[in-house]
C-alpha cells in the first residue's frame, strides 16, 4: 500500500494562508473564492458572536424568580423587525451576487485555452497533452505521483471523463474543483498564475484506494512546458523500461503490488508470480504465463484468481491497450519473477 500516510506533512504544510485555510492560491480564482469565503466567515462570527452573547444574557435576565413576572404575550417593535429583515435580506443578495458571478466566470471557457484530457480510474489520474504525449511520474517520498505539467499565466481547458465510477477532480490551490463522470464529458478551466509544484485530489469516495487517488500539478514556465510535451509523446523503446511506466500510467500499480511498489491489493501482487501455478474460483490451476496474462488484462472475469475473484474491481483494458503494451507488460512480470512478496504488512 502507497504509505500517503507518512507524506501528509508534505501535502498539508508549506504553503498554508493566512486565512481560509486554503493554499496560497495560485489560479486567477483564488482571490475571488478566498474573498467571498473569507466574507462568508466573518458574517457568520458576527452574528454568532452577539446572538449567543444576547442569549445567554436573556437568560439571565429574565430567569424565573420569587416577584418576577414575565410578559403574559409577545411583544412587538416595528423598527427592530424591520431592521432585521432588511439587514439580514441585503446580506444573503450580496453573498448570491458575488457566488453567482464567480460561478460564471468558471463555468464561461474562454477561447485560445491550452487543452488537456483527463482520465479517472480506479485509482489513478491519467492526463493526455495536446500532441498525444501522457503524463510522466514523480516520487515524492515512497509515492509516485503522476504529474500534470501545465505552463504558466495560461487559459488550462480539462475535458475530463471517468472510465468507471464517479470521481471528483480538485486542486485546492487553484481553487478549481468538478466531478468526474463516466459516460460523458466534463469540462473545467482556470488561468495559472505561479509557478510551483500543487497538489491535486480526488474528492469522491471512489472505492478502497480512494484516498491514494491523489496527483501533483507542476505549473512551469513556457519553454519548460514544451520540453516537457516532447518528454511526453514517447514510450520507452526497452519492453522492460516500457512495461514498468505502463504499470503506472495504466493504474495497474493502484491495485498490483510489484518490485517494491504499487498498492498491496486489492490485487494480486506480480512478485514472483511468474511461472507458478494459479488456483482459481472455479477450482483448477492455470499456469502464470503469457497467455493468462493477456487473457486477465482483456477479459478479467475469464479466469478468476481464488481468494480474489468474488468482487473482482479489475476492468477490462480490451480496446485500451496495444499488443505490444501487453508485451512490455508480460517483460515487466517476468522481471519480478524471483522478486519478494511484500514484509511487514
Ligand atoms: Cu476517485
Given at each position: 500500500m ?7 506533512p ?28 473569507t ?15 444576547a ?5 439571565w435576565a429574565?430567569r424565573?424568580?420569587?416577584g418576577?413576572?414575565?410578559?403574559p404575550?409577545?411583544l ?5 423587525e424591520?431592521?432585521w ?8 443578495v450580496w453573498?448570491f ?9 468558471m ?7 491550452v487543452?488537456?484530457?483527463v482520465?479517472?480510474k480506479?485509482?489513478?489520474w491519467?492526463?493526455?497533452?495536446e500532441?498525444?504525449?501522457?503524463n510522466?511520474?514523480?516520487?515524492i517520498?515512497s509515492?509516485d505521483?503522476p ?10 481547458k ?15 490551490a ?9 459516460g460523458r464529458y ?6 495559472t ?10 474528492t469522491?469516495y ?13 505549473v512551469v514556465?513556457?519553454?519548460e ?7 511526453a509523446?514517447?514510450?520507452p523503446e526497452?519492453?522492460l523500461e516500457?512495461g ?5 500510467r ?8 510489484a518490485g517494491d511498489?504499487?498498492?498491496?491489493g ?5 512478485n ?23 487473457e486477465s488484462?482483456?477479459?478479467p ?8 475473484g468474488?468482487?473482482?474491481?479489475m476492468?477490462s483494458y ?7 503494451q501487453i508485451?512490455?507488460l ?7 519473477e524471483?522478486a519478494q512478496p511484500?514484509?511487514g504488512?
Amino acid at each position: 500500500m502507497y504509505s500517503i500516510a507518512s507524506d501528509m506533512p508534505f501535502i498539508l504544510a508549506d504553503k498554508v494562508a493566512p486565512y481560509a485555510w486554503f493554499p496560497e492560491g495560485a489560479s486567477s480564482f483564488a482571490p475571488q473564492v478566498d474573498y467571498l469565503f473569507t466574507g462568508i466567515l466573518w458574517i457568520c462570527i458576527l452574528f454568532f458572536v452577539p446572538i449567543v452573547i444576547a442569549m445567554v444574557y436573556f437568560m439571565w435576565a429574565f430567569r424565573e424568580r420569587p416577584g418576577y413576572r414575565g410578559s403574559p404575550e409577545a411583544l412587538h417593535n416595528t423598527p427592530l423587525e424591520i431592521t432585521w429583515t432588511v439587514i439580514p435580506t441585503a446580506i444573503v443578495v450580496w453573498i448570491f451576487w458575488e457566488g453567482a458571478v464567480g460561478y460564471l466566470d468558471m463555468a464561461r471557457i474562454p477561447k485560445g485555452t491550452v487543452d488537456v484530457n483527463v482520465t479517472a480510474k480506479k485509482w489513478v489520474w491519467s492526463f493526455k497533452y495536446e500532441n498525444g504525449g501522457e503524463n510522466s511520474f514523480e516520487k515524492i517520498g515512497s509515492v509516485d505521483y503522476p504529474k500534470l505539467v501545465l505552463p504558466v499565466d495560461q487559459d488550462i481547458k480539462l475535458i475530463m471523463r471517468s472510465e468507471d465510477v464517479l470521481h471528483s477532480f480538485y486542486i485546492p490551490a487553484f481553487r478549481a474543483k468538478r466531478d468526474v463522470v463516466p459516460g460523458r464529458y466534463n469540462y473545467m478551466w482556470f488561468h495559472t498564475t505561479k509557478t510551483g509544484i500543487y497538489d491535486l485530489f480526488c474528492t469522491e469516495y471512489c472505492g478502497d484506494n480512494h484516498s491514494n487517488m491523489n496527483a501533483k500539478v507542476e505549473v512551469v514556465s513556457e519553454e519548460e512546458y514544451k520540453k516537457a510535451l516532447e518528454k511526453a509523446v514517447q514510450e520507452p523503446e526497452d519492453p522492460l523500461e516500457r512495461g514498468k511506466l505502463l504499470y503506472k500510467r495504466l493504474g495497474c500499480s493502484t491495485c498490483h503490488y510489484a518490485g517494491d511498489e504499487g498498492a498491496n491489493g486489492p490485487g494480486p501482487s506480480y512478485n514472483g508470480s511468474w511461472g507458478k501455478s494459479v488456483p482459481l474460483e472455479s477450482g483448477e490451476s492455470v499456469p502464470f504465463d503469457e497467455n493468462y496474462v493477456r487473457e486477465s488484462i482483456l477479459n478479467p472475469p475469464a479466469k478468476k484468481r481464488k481468494g480474489y475473484g468474488a468482487a473482482s474491481p479489475m476492468n477490462s483494458y480490451a480496446g485500451r491497450i496495444k499488443d505490444e503494451q501487453i508485451d512490455a507488460l508480460i517483460t515487466f512480470m517476468k522481471s519480478l519473477e524471483n522478486a519478494q512478496p511484500k514484509t511487514g504488512k
